[in-house]
């Protein structure tokens, strides 16, 4: 029987990282994908022939510029291009921000004069005070019960950052933390389609409306995005977000590591309390000095262990985390570039985000849906077209779209049939026709293990 150092259930991209450092530090790893390709969310597959698709992921941020370089994923095909502008279409107008600060002042400022003075200085201080929330997210959370040397030396640095902050930052600080991302915009600007479009940020990926408490953090956590040390940048990888996981799996495969696909774990073996190795749906088994688990809580905790083998409040307590999903991908083959009535033709606004959010009442809307066990009738999107960027990604004069919708809850009422993501789709469809009219030949929807997948063919 094989043995590794490490084993690493799930080939998703961070259990691929860990793999590449683990790897790189010259243990020897083992990753276990039960899918036929790496990747998790974060996998490029080719849903109709000629067209690529991001299947459930589709933007990249966040990416912190030292893993790049010490994983020189560069070397092993990462090559991020930047997303530079978001357009958000309205019913007889539009809201177009781009990277060049001068164009979005004099765009805002058509808009309302008042907010785009006020935009100039909230920029910046959201800079400053995502700089300062950052060494949080790059520490390990300290034990407060019973703190080591180490958590006590960790506290101290923190307190010593913080102590920083002057008076302003730290109020600012403050109400990010407990505000609404409405609220907290309220105070800045009196646009409501700008404070729409910057609010919708608070709420992608949560389960969350724009006001709720709570939101205007993960405003502030996606203002703290970058693109190799590029700060409050967003992009698109050449070939998809799957390339990013190719290229980290290559990482971990230069370092020495193994990765097997079609290789879905039934258990974790336990011996003495500690985790000792993994058998396989086939009856294969392996042993590891470690076991690493890139699944979610309850499937790693609940499902490939025995509930005997962990203390009776720790299974409790995973029993009780709540994990609501609410997001849906929609990806779209087109024949042709969308024709937004308030902005018509092929133009820089394509290139970058498309918000659909006109309104703060539209996003809550959307969210009272999903409040009550539905998907959103009149869902916000998170639109990219990815052919733009990298003409790879669909056939000569033809496109992808790729739809991030909220909301679609994945415990909806009924759970889903083909029915509801038939309406789901057209649902999507609508939305977008509302500013873009479209027409279609036919609707398909398809659902994998963890998440919607809506393809249409538009005429």
Request: with cysteine; proline share 5%; aromatic share 10%.
């Amino acid at each position: 029987m094989k043995k590794y150092d490490a084993i690493i259930i799930g080939g998703g991209h961070n259990g691929l990282t860990a793999a590449a450092y683990l790897s790189k530090a010259g243990k020897k790893v083992l990753v276990l994908e039960r899918r036929y390709i790496v990747g998790g969310a974060a996998v490029t597959e080719e849903v109709f022939p000629g067209f690529k698709f991001s299947v459930c992921s589709y933007v990249v941020s966040l990416m912190k510029a030292n893993v790049i370089r010490e994983l020189m994923l560069p070397k092993f095909g990462l090559e991020l291009l930047p997303l530079e502008s978001t357009f958000t279409p309205l019913d007889n107008d539009y809201l177009l921000r781009t990277s060049d600060t001068d164009q979005t002042y004099r765009e805002i400022y058509r808009h309302s004069p008042k907010d785009a003075e006020s935009y100039m200085r909230f920029g910046p201080l959201m800079s400053q005070i995502g700089m300062a929330v950052r060494p949080i997210l790059e520490t390990i959370a300290p034990n407060a019960i019973r703190p080591s040397f180490s958590d006590l030396s960790s506290i101290n640095k923190l307190f010593k950052h913080f102590k920083k902050l002057n008076a302003e930052e730290f109020e600012y600080l403050a109400k990010l933390m407990t505000m609404s991302s409405a609220d907290f915009l309220d105070e800045w600007f009196e646009c409501d389609y700008l404070k729409s479009t910057m609010s919708a940020s608070g709420i992608i990926g949560t389960f969350m409306g724009p006001r709720s408490p709570g939101s205007a953090y993960v405003m502030l956590h996606h203002y703290m995005g970058d693109i190799d040390g590029a700060f409050r940048a967003w992009g698109f990888q050449k070939g998809g977000t799957g390339a990013i996981s190719m290229a980290i799996a290559k990482s971990a495969e230069y370092f020495g590591a193994d990765i097997l696909t079609e290789a879905p774990v039934k258990k974790v073996k336990v011996k003495n309390g500690k985790a000792v190795g993994v058998v396989l749906d086939n009856g294969d088994e392996y042993e590891g000095s470690k076991v690493i688990s890139g699944l979610d809580p309850k499937l790693s905790f609940l499902h490939l262990l025995d509930e005997d083998d962990l203390p009776s409040d720790f299974v409790s307590s995973i029993k009780n985390f709540r994990i609501r999903g609410s997001s849906g991908k929609v990806n779209l083959a087109l024949n042709g570039l969308p024709d937004f009535t308030c902005l018509p033709g092929k133009g820089h606004h394509l290139n970058g985000a498309i918000s659909i959010s006109p309104s703060i009442d539209y996003l809550e809307k959307a969210y009272d849906d999903a409040k009550y066990g539905n998907f959103s009738e009149s869902p916000y999107m998170d639109i990219i077209i990815p052919s733009l960027l990298d003409p790879d990604m669909a056939p000569p004069g033809k496109h992808v779209m790729s739809c991030f919708v909220q909301y679609a809850p994945y415990n909806i009422n009924g759970g889903w049939d083909n029915v509801k993501r038939e309406a789901f789709g057209d649902s999507v469809i609508k939305a977008l026709a509302r500013f873009a009219p479209v027409s279609y030949t036919h609707l398909r929807a398809h659902e994998t293990d963890s998440y919607l997948v809506c393809r249409l063919l538009l005429e």
